[in-house]
């Protein structure tokens, strides 16, 4: 078990590291390419990160409640409201901290603050781990780890069959996914993309209906883990990870030709794919760590999966505070961040790589507040 744990660890801290990385380049307008989202259909390596957190919170998610005999009872649905409560709990929290910061400078704060609510985005990358820890969860205890896949299977038909019936493959108004964010949410409280055309499509990447096929993510996940436990060797549960990863992307590619791999949309093509990619990914660093015993190098990102979410939430308070205090500097505004990005990581590297620089300096200033956690083994469970 420990040395499962460790590699999954690896695996969430790599993850963790990763969406900290592509969440703070210096600049927004120098990015090199495989560090931006795909505009629309298709998948860079930033589009990797989000889903294979979410694999690794299903390979969790089976081990958590492997001690439940993966019951639903109301010690275990409480778990469940619980974790949802206090994830959108930390969304909304982590929003007004940015209003609050942002309105410091306001000319009427009380006026500025007035307009949170009215405008604020209800969606996002932690009410959707919200949505998804719940329901994959509810799903994952009442139909149990081995029917996981008939369940992952019928989501993932289901919403092919929603997407084509509707003929919701392009970027527009009329997409079904829009038309539901939009009736539901309201405008105001929706992320716009922007389509080939221009136009902004209130359409949002964390969007309702698109939450759906992450349950199947989830569940996927967890039918990986339920793997690895039964296992009889270490390369036994390799082999297994390796089979179902495998073959899920090859699935995944074929159905790429009929519904394309998209993350704004998590399209079916796109869960298969992705989920696939990280069930290698997981056995490659079973088979490093456990196996050929090379473990030296996992330490900086076991830092990172030991307290993920704690230490994703602080990288996004860290910027908030940076970005809200501002001072003159060579006839113009600044605040900390920039400064560092234009006048330190710029002429030592130039803007892309610049960019990049300074995003990876939040990660190692991170893993100096990681690092510490886990050698005294103090875990801030979110």
Not at 52 to 80: E, P, W
Not at 104 to 113: K, Q, R, S, T
Not at 149 to 155: E, G, M, Q, R, S
Not at 326 to 348: A, D, H, T
Request: charge should be positive; hydrophobic fraction near 50%; proline fraction near 4%.
């Amino acid at each position: 078990m420990k040395n499962r744990l460790l590699a999954l660890d690896v695996l969430r801290g790599i993850t963790i590291a990763g969406m900290i990385t592509v969440n703070n380049p210096g600049s927004w307008a120098h990015i090199y390419a495989p560090l931006e989202h795909a505009a629309w259909n298709g998948c860079t390596p930033t589009d990797l990160v989000f889903p294979f957190f979410m694999f690794v919170m299903g390979v969790a998610m089976l081990i958590s409640y492997r001690k439940y005999d993966y019951q639903l009872t109301a010690q275990t649905f409480g778990k469940l409201c619980y974790r949802l409560l206090m994830i959108f709990a930390i969304a909304y929290g982590l929003s007004l901290v940015s209003r609050l910061l942002r309105g410091i400078y306001a000319d009427d704060f009380v006026e500025y603050m007035k307009g949170w609510l009215p405008n604020m985005r209800i969606m996002g990358v932690f009410p959707r781990l919200g949505l998804v820890s719940f329901f994959g969860g509810l799903l994952l205890l009442t139909f149990k780890p081995k029917n996981a896949p008939w369940v992952a299977a019928v989501l993932l038909i289901g919403y092919c069959i929603l997407i084509g019936v509707t003929h919701s493959f392009e970027l527009t108004q009329d997409n079904i996914l829009a038309r539901v964010d939009l009736a539901v949410l309201g405008d105001s409280h929706i992320y716009h993309l922007t389509n080939a055309a221009g136009e902004r499509i209130a359409l949002d990447p964390e969007g309702l209906l698109s939450t759906i096929p992450c349950f199947a993510h989830v569940l996927i996940g967890a039918y990986a883990g339920k793997l690895i436990l039964e296992g009889q060797t270490l390369w036994d549960k390799v082999n297994r990870l390796f089979i179902m990863g495998s073959i899920i992307l090859m699935v995944g590619f074929l159905l790429d030709y009929a519904f394309p791999i998209n993350k704004s949309m998590w399209s079916a093509s796109y869960v298969l794919v992705t989920c696939g990619l990280a069930s290698l990914l997981l056995a490659l660093l079973i088979w490093i760590i456990d196996i050929c015993g090379k473990k030296r190098w996992s330490v900086f990102f076991e830092s990172f999966g030991a307290n993920p979410l704690f230490i994703y939430c602080l990288s996004a308070l860290f910027v908030y505070v940076m970005g809200a205090i501002r001072f003159e500097y060579n006839g113009g505004m600044c605040n900390p961040w920039s400064f560092y990005y234009k006048y330190c990581m710029v002429p030592l590297f130039g803007d892309t790589l610049g960019s990049l620089m300074s995003a990876l300096t939040l990660v190692g200033l991170m893993w100096c507040i990681a690092h510490p956690l886990y050698r005294k083994r103090i875990y801030i469970k979110i």
